[in-house]
């Protein structure tokens, strides 16, 4: 089951926004083991984007669009799948009447424009959207299906998720599945040669790796009859990269390094609290974003100014002078510090020098600490790229270094 991506805006062809629909479809796809050969940016011109929806209805077996189905005047790509598909837009009575209600029940006028998220073209069908008011539509064009989205991401990724993955997966014959393996710790070159052979000679199950903030993923897909057979497919494969790969697998699926650390905190009835400095809140962002995070999560001091250090803290003025507030010491008396400024039983902190100008250290260079009833441990790392990425990086560090110090997995082995 091949897919294809098509993204419609002229303001993604001028860069005036960012394509990130079509990063997170890509994920998606990825991560449900389905084939995705190609991405198309097509501007808000009928006839380019029935040009584009043709040509992507000719090479793959389904075509997801995003963007063009709003209330204005240029959001043209319902008119572009009737004329790719030959037939006349129609008005949809019921869905006028969802519309209107949905403007009544939040107290306001409807504007008429926005009758024409009613019209879809003759023979498609409605894609509900439970977050806003624009409809998705689904049709069959050239033997493909087509599914269109909005633009808007929090829209589109309920109606990805909810209605039309699963339509894709279940239109095929036989089943996709796919276990997807979350490590930290090796390069992605270097997870890469360690299985290499196992690349190599896969073809079902195949074998893939994503890199992403530090962390390299590894994706096991097997295509077969049945969801029995296709995991007794893929777990000899899962065995034996588990088996190179040891205690670097921290997870399986949606066992986010978040969720893991939540999961430890939990079992050993420990709460957690953040402190941090060049990664200005970062880490606790990343832990807050799991649901149920407050039954072990408390707080966050976020000292970026050295005095605050002091203040909120009780980093010793001395330690900073002597040291500089990029420096492990400095690191692990913040971690220190929080456990009872937060009331906390475990901290994590970090401080550095993101850039791009040096602070101290060299532009990268990041010290983390995690502190636990057990004592206190640090690290110094420097990281590659720019200001974002060694921020990004850092936060993900400091977030698996907190795992391993409650899983009880030696620093020294990363």
């Not at 239109?171 to 996709?176: A, L």
């Not at 979350?182 to 073809?203: F, K, M, N, P």
């Not at 009859?225 to 190179?244: G, Q, T, Y």
Request: aromatic share 4%.
């Amino acid at each position: 089951m091949s897919v294809e991506i098509i993204a419609v805006g002229t303001e993604l062809l001028l860069g005036q926004i960012v394509n990130s629909n079509a990063a997170r479809i890509g994920e998606r796809l990825a991560e449900s083991g389905l084939d995705h050969y190609r991405q198309t940016v097509v501007g808000d011109n009928v006839d380019r984007m029935t040009a584009a929806i043709l040509e992507a209805c000719g090479r793959a077996d389904a075509v997801i669009m995003t963007g063009g189905i709003g209330p204005t005047k240029d959001d043209l790509t319902r008119e572009a799948l009737a004329q790719a598909a030959g037939v006349a837009l129609v008005f949809d009575a019921d869905q006028g009447d969802r519309l209107r209600e949905w403007w009544r029940q939040r107290g306001r006028d409807m504007p008429e424009s926005n009758l024409q998220q009613a019209e879809r073209p003759d023979g498609a069908s409605f894609i509900e959207n439970q977050k806003g008011t624009a409809p998705g539509i689904a049709m069959e064009i050239s033997g493909a299906a087509v599914y269109a989205l909005p633009g808007v991401p929090a829209e589109m990724l309920r109606m990805l998720d909810h209605s039309v993955l699963p339509a894709i997966a279940g239109s095929g014959q036989g089943v996709v599945s796919s276990r997807l393996l979350r490590s930290w710790g090796e390069s992605e070159s270097a997870i890469g040669e360690l299985l290499g052979d196992l690349y190599d000679a896969s073809s079902n199950p195949t074998i893939a790796f994503l890199a992403s903030s530090g962390e390299i993923k590894v994706r096991i897909t097997a295509k077969a009859d049945s969801e029995l057979e296709a995991a007794s497919m893929i777990a000899p494969i899962e065995a034996e990269v588990r088996r190179r790969m040891g205690d670097r697998i921290f997870g399986t699926d949606d066992d986010t390094v978040e969720v893991v650390v939540l999961r430890a905190l939990e079992q050993r009835g420990w709460t957690l609290g953040t402190a941090e400095s060049a990664t200005g809140g970062m880490v606790a962002a990343r832990i807050t974003s799991v649901p149920g995070a407050s039954t072990a999560y408390r707080g966050s001091v976020v000292s970026y100014a050295s005095d605050l250090k002091v203040e909120m803290l009780g980093v010793d003025m001395q330690v900073i002078a002597e040291h500089g507030v990029v420096s492990e010491p400095v690191a692990r008396a913040m971690a220190e510090g929080a456990r009872p400024t937060l009331g906390v039983d475990v901290a994590v902190s970090v401080t550095g020098s993101a850039g791009p100008d040096p602070l101290e250290q060299p532009q990268g260079t990041m010290a983390i600490a995690v502190a636990t009833p057990d004592g206190v441990k640090s690290r110094s790392l420097h990281f590659p790229g720019d200001r974002e990425r060694v921020r990004v990086y850092a936060a993900t560090a400091a977030l698996h270094w907190l795992r391993m110090s409650l899983e009880g997995v030696e620093w020294e082995s990363r």
